[in-house]
Each structure stands twice: as C-alpha cells, then as structure tokens.
C-alpha cells in the first residue's frame, strides 16, 4: 500500500502485523534517501557503526534527537526546492529547531491531517473560531510552531473569526456577532491548551461571561507544564469548558513542528492513538532500551512524511507511555499512550508554556 492509498482508509484501520511491514518498507527508503541526499545524516550515520540503512524491525530504525534540528540546518533537497520553515516553541533565550519544507512533503502533512481529524469531527466544515492573533502566521515562508498549528487546523472550518488582539485581549463584540450569526451551529475551536485556558476561559470566568457553544468542539494542543502547576489535569479542563460554554467535545491532541501532520489525538477514553502511517516507542531514559508496555520512559516518534528532512525518526525529550495496542476500548487499532510532560533537564518547548514563559506568566 502506497501513502495515496493510505489516506484513503481509515487511519486506525492497520492492524499491528501489517502495519509494522508498511512502516518498515517506508522507513527503510527514507533512510537510504536521506542517507544520500542529506550530508550530515549521513556523517551522523557513518559515525556509529551499529547503525543501519537496512533493518528488520522499526525499533532499529536510527533516530535523531530532536535537539539536534537547533544545531544543524538539516535537508534532503536543494534549498531553492525549500517553500517554508518552519521553527519550534523556543523562550527568547532558546535557540529554535528549523524545518525545511518542500512541496512535496507540505502535501502529505495536509493530506495526514485531513485523515487524522475528519475521523474524529467529520468531513464538514463548521464556523471556526481561532484562540490567538492573526499576526501570528503573517509570514506564509516562516512559520513558528503556534502558525504552523493554526495553519494547518484552519481548512477544518469556515468563517474564521480570530479571538484575540495583538494585545491578547478577547475581541468581545466581534465574537458576539460572530455567535449570533452563527447561533444554533456546532462551532469549531482551535487553540494551544493554556492560551485556551488563559485568554478564553479564565477572560470569560473573570468577567462572568457564558457563551453559547453547546456542541462546540474543542481541539487544543501544546504544553501543560503552566496548567499542571495549578493542578488543572485533563479531566479538569474538559469540565471546565462544559460548565463555562457548553463544549461537549475537547480533544487534546500531541504533535510537534518537527513532525507536523503526525499528530497524536486523544480518543474517548482519553488515550493518544497512534495513526498508520505513524508511531512510537518508549525507551529507558538511561539506557535508551526499549521497554515494555505500561512503563515510563522517553518518547521516539516515527513518521513516514518526512521526504525534505530527516525527521523520520526521532527521539523527543518528552516522557510517556504505552499502555497497549490494537485493543483500546474506544476501538481504534495502533498503539495509544500517554504523556506525562518533559524530561527534567529539557528546555520548555510547547507553544502554550513557552507563550507563557515569555509573557512572564
């Protein structure tokens, strides 16, 4: 099965066995095009000699830590052939990681994530409101992490409305007008976890202000480092947007820029899934062993989108766990897992935290 035929089915539909062989086939030819076309994966590959171009099983695929993309400009094409970079979440005293886009590999991002998200919220394209500024995609060739998760969750609705001013303040009349033209209607929200919580519940909170969007949907992704210190868990959140705007449906979903379209989204019983075309592993934040399932440890993120970088595998500097595979309850195959937050020594990365952290909040 080619990636066209893939996007075509459902995208927990592969089964562990088969889809095990598709990613080992994909991986296998990533690696050797990168290999080729990309100088320094190539040195970084020649300089461990138990690396391999050619493998048996997934878990032996090379990985590169994610940190590396703050160090390198790392590309598989000519950079004419480059259309966008994009960069990560960084403080303002943290270098950012820079991802080098083509046209090729921007395509297959869109057509992943229209698989992932239509299998949760429909084909339909609903009255979308966006919690951020519009100032923060201005740029089309230079995205950061927050534009580029904006960007691509937009084509999932209509009517955009942008919540907030460049002052992140809630533009309170315009989104009156925008609910009553569009009363009656489910509306799609778009936003990272703590500006939601921050700059549209806690606004409307202090404020007493209870909008009306029973059968919203909610999806929301980014750090929870600034909501943990407060003791605001998952379940928390969901509740809270409930009882302040009738939101029925929250879904929290895992990704990062240097994988964007391999998203992780969260089913009804409150578990990552991982996607065919997508997976992870859980390795031992000493040894870098693999371990079992039900146990904690640092999380390798596995994409075959990848084509103008070697992102096809990588280590993150988050810790999870993988609770099983094929069997959760909400029927969906594929692994599905938890994330518990970053490794102590990591830099804060997420587009909420670090959104704070510069904020000072």
């Keep these: ?85 994009l960069t990560s979440s960084g403080t303002t005293s943290q270098v950012v990681s820079k991802i080098n886009i083509d046209k090729e590999t921007s395509l297959l991002q869109t057509k992943a994530l229209v698989n992932i998200v239509t299998s949760f919220i429909g084909g339909k394209r609903y009255p979308m409101i966006l919690v951020d500024a519009p100032n923060v995609i201005q740029d089309r060739t230079q995205f950061s992490a927050r534009g580029a998760g904006l960007m691509g969750l937009i084509n999932f609705g209509r009517n955009h409305f942008y919540l907030l001013d460049e002052n992140m303040e809630i533009k309170l009349k315009e989104l009156e007008d925008f609910l009553e033209k569009h009363k009656d209607q489910p509306i799609l929200l778009f936003g990272f976890t703590f500006m939601v919580w921050q700059y549209l519940y806690l606004a409307c909170k202090e404020k007493n202000i209870h909008l009306k969007l029973n059968n919203g949907i909610l999806i929301h992704s980014g750090g929870w480092k600034k909501l943990q210190e407060i003791s605001v868990t998952n379940e928390v959140y969901k509740q809270k947007m409930n009882e302040q705007f009738g939101i029925d449906k929250a879904i929290n979903f895992y990704g990062m820029v240097e994988q964007v379209g391999s998203i992780f989204m969260e089913c009804e019983e409150g578990y990552l899934h991982a996607p065919n075309f997508a997976d992870v592993i859980i390795r031992d934040p000493h040894t870098l062993e693999i371990l079992e399932q039900g146990l904690q440890g640092i999380v390798q993120v596995i994409s075959v989108l990848p084509k103008s ?27 599905y897992f938890h994330i518990h937050g970053r490794l102590p020594s990591a830099e804060l990365r997420g587009c909420s935290d670090t959104h704070a952290y510069n904020r000072g909040e």
């Design 1 to 85: 099965m080619d990636l066209e035929q893939l996007f075509k089915i459902d995208p927990y539909s592969m089964a562990s066995s088969e889809k095990a062989s598709f990613l080992k086939d994909e991986l296998t030819r990533l690696t050797g095009y990168h290999y080729e076309n990309c100088k320094e994966y190539k040195n970084i590959i020649d300089a461990f000699p138990d690396e391999k171009k050619n493998f048996c099983e997934v878990t032996e695929v090379p990985y590169l830590p994610v940190r590396l993309f703050k160090l390198l400009d790392l590309h598989s094409v000519e950079k004419s052939n480059v259309i966008k970079t």
């Design 309 to 335: 970088y070697p992102g096809h595998s990588l280590l993150t500097e988050d810790l999870g766990t993988v609770y099983g595979e094929d069997n959760c309850k909400c029927g969906r195959k594929g692994k």
